[in-house]
């Protein structure tokens, strides 16, 4: 079974600043992917940034990017020039290829509460 | 706007009784999937169909079941329900045979309320 660790159930930076939520994750797939997901007080899921496994370069999406050591099985997400916006749960996800084609779960940490101090 | 259309936003509701909750994936999308979310559970996947068949299941209690329909929306039965069925409830959305690359889009979740 695979499992993710956040181990900051919550985390404060400064406004401007960047910060870093901490992602560790256990599987014995050779492929796999990661994703992030921020989730507001209203309650919506908000896709961010996603890295598969055999991508050799970090992936990047704006003021996100995502610090992935594999060896560490590590995938960080790196929150640049922090907004007021920006507080919020983040979640980090690994995808799980189920039996048949076309069969992808994803299983979920359990969060790291963000809030960003003006 | 992920796209993604789940209705209703709310649910109250009594022990016992029976809802549907509803999901329309984002144009293209042929996977759907639901998963449920709650303070001691954190957020659980429940079941997967793609293009009207069940791919996959995950911790869905007997009491709920699922199906996707021709024009690729779903709904979610949960029935004899409980206190502890109290939670927000999410539909996301992929192209689904595209690989595993393509990240899931989630609807906006309805919250079910048991009183």
């Known amino acids: 079974a695979q499992k993710i660790t956040q181990t900051q159930p919550g985390m404060f930076v400064q406004e401007k600043e960047a910060v870093t939520l901490d992602c560790t994750y256990d599987t014995s797939d050779q492929s796999y992917g990661l994703f992030w997901y921020k989730q507001p007080s209203s309650g919506e899921m908000i896709f961010l940034i996603y890295?598969?496994?055999?991508?050799?370069q970090n992936a990047t999406e704006g003021r996100y990017s995502l610090n992935f050591q594999k060896a560490r099985k590590s995938a960080n997400l790196v929150i640049s020039a922090s907004q007021l916006g920006d507080s919020a749960m983040y979640f980090c996800a690994m995808r799980e290829v189920l039996s048949g084609a076309g069969s992808y779960q994803l299983t979920f940490g359990k969060g790291t509460k963000l809030s960003v101090i003006p | 706007d992920s796209g993604v259309t789940q209705t209703p936003k709310h649910l109250i509701t009594a022990t016992g009784q029976r809802v549907t909750l509803r999901c329309s994936p984002r144009s293209g999308d042929l996977s759907v999937y639901w998963y449920q979310q709650s303070l001691d559970q954190g957020l659980q996947f429940l079941i997967q169909?793609?293009?009207?068949?069940?791919?996959a299941k995950g911790n869905i209690l007997e009491r709920f079941s699922a199906q996707q329909f021709p024009d690729l929306h779903s709904e979610l039965n949960l029935s004899s329900l409980e206190l502890g069925d109290s939670a927000l409830y999410f539909c996301a959305s992929s192209v689904g045979s595209q690989g595993p690359n393509q990240p899931q889009h989630f609807g906006d979740g309805t919250r079910l309320s048991i009183l």
């Open positions: 890295q598969g496994s055999y991508d050799e």
């Open positions: 169909y793609y293009n009207g068949e069940e791919r």
